[in-house]
């Protein structure tokens, strides 16, 4: 069982690496060219998805002085069909990482800030938990809480800000965690230049919300190290994943 978790451990984080030139190249790049007023709504979804996106990764919170530091990274396989900015662009599968610190807070919270700066995008957030049952690492002991997020993007050509909201679940075991997130997202976007196609939209704002599940694993090859992946449905099915220390 050891080796067979330590096989699937490596396995995930070659993915991580994998994945990593995604931060090379910006994903939005086509917004002043090709958005268009139809687009602006499906644009927002698929941005909002990825920013409410790898927040959680176990329903158990961290308990007063417990910290937790990783990466945490968001892909999608696809954007949503009216969205040009990506599509008209050539961009199919998109992703984003991000570094995240979180610390156990009194009263059953933890609270965690997260960022990533790209290409002329800068993404700064930020949440709370709350622990709705006693911490505890017993095996089949359920863990819940409830989880929300918040975030800013500043882009050359637009803005963005949005909520998030989810219930988690996670039963921990020696080795793994089982976890599942459900929630919503709220997403507005606003329109920074004059684009291309629809010189009328500067100032334009549009504002979306999109219901999120989220099913995942943790691996812990050691007591403090964990990965996770997780499978999430937004507008659009993706990917999770994570890597970091937790104490």
Do not use: C
């Amino acid at each position: 069982m050891d080796n067979f978790i330590k096989k699937l451990f490596y396995s995930f984080l070659g993915l991580i690496i994998i994945a990593a030139p995604l931060r090379a190249a910006d994903p939005f790049a086509g917004f002043q060219q090709f958005v268009d007023r139809p687009s602006l709504k499906p644009f927002a979804r698929d941005l909002g998805g990825l920013l409410g996106a790898a927040t959680f990764h176990n329903g158990r919170n961290l308990g007063f002085s417990g910290f937790d530091v990783g990466i945490r990274g968001a892909y999608r396989f696809s954007s949503e069909a009216g969205n040009r900015v990506l599509r008209d662009k050539g961009v199919k599968a998109y992703g984003l990482p991000w570094v995240q610190a979180e610390i156990g807070l009194p009263f059953a919270l933890d609270g965690y800030i997260r960022g990533v700066t790209f290409q002329g995008t800068t993404i700064s957030g930020g949440g709370l938990r709350y622990g709705i049952t006693k911490k505890s690492d017993s095996e089949w002991h359920p863990q819940i809480l409830v989880s929300w997020s918040g975030h800013s993007v500043s882009h050359r050509h637009f803005s963005a800000t949005h909520v998030g909201a989810n219930l988690v679940v996670s039963f921990n075991f020696k080795k793994i965690a089982p976890y599942f997130g459900g929630g919503v997202d709220r997403t507005r976007l606003v329109v920074k230049t004059t684009p291309v196609r629809d010189a009328s939209l500067v100032d334009e704002s549009a504002t979306v919300n999109v219901p999120r599940a989220t099913l995942g694993l943790t691996i812990r090859p050691k007591p403090y190290l964990y990965l996770n992946l997780a499978a999430t449905f937004t507008n659009r099915a993706g990917l999770d994943s994570g890597i970091g220390i937790r104490f």
